[in-house]
């Protein structure tokens, strides 16, 4: 079975300030993907980035960065020079590949707060 | 490209009333499709998902169906509400899992 852990359910932290969001995982498949999304408060479910297995390059996208660790089954997300529009759930997720993979498991989220 | 739509935006709805929520996809035929529910302030439960038209699998039992009456049509429904279904509903679809979920803007549902 897979299993997503965001042992941080929430993470307050003054604008400007770097902020890690952890995500440990579980599965007994070979190939896998990893993803971050985003929930603002409107709702809506934004996807951040996705990851498969096999390539474990960190990556960078403006501020946001994702270092992917298949030794310690962790996929985490850091936010540099947080901005208050940063403030939202971020949810990681696990799928695994091929026939009777049909859903992606979630991680309880992580509510991450930006004070100005 | 490919949109999904989810309506209404919000609804309130008294115990025991009937509940219909349409998600539609544009742009891509046969894909898999979802029914997400998040209650206030905790994590995505899966509902339904269907990997073709007739297909529905439910993944907690509970006082919701769900229908695939067209190929990219997908309909949540409820006989009868409980308060206990008010919470935020998401629909997403996706062609293989791997590429993962686009979501719809969701429906906040509060039962009253």
Redesign the interface.
Known sequence: AQKVTQAQTEISVVEKEDVTLDCVYETRDTTYYLFWYKQPPSGELVFLIRRNSFDEQNEISGRYSWNFQKSTSSFNFTITASQVVDSAVYFCALSGYGAGSYQLTFGKGTKLSVIP | SQTIHQWPATLVQPVGSPLSLECTVEGTSNP?L?WYRQAAG???Q?LF?S?GIGQI?S?VPQNLSASRPQDRQFILSSKKLLLSDSG?Y?C?WNLR??????????T?LTVV
């Open positions: 898999n979802y905790r994590g995505l899966l998902y990997v699998s993944e935020f998401l997403a899992v791997n590429y993962g979920y686009t979501f719809g803007s969701g906040r």
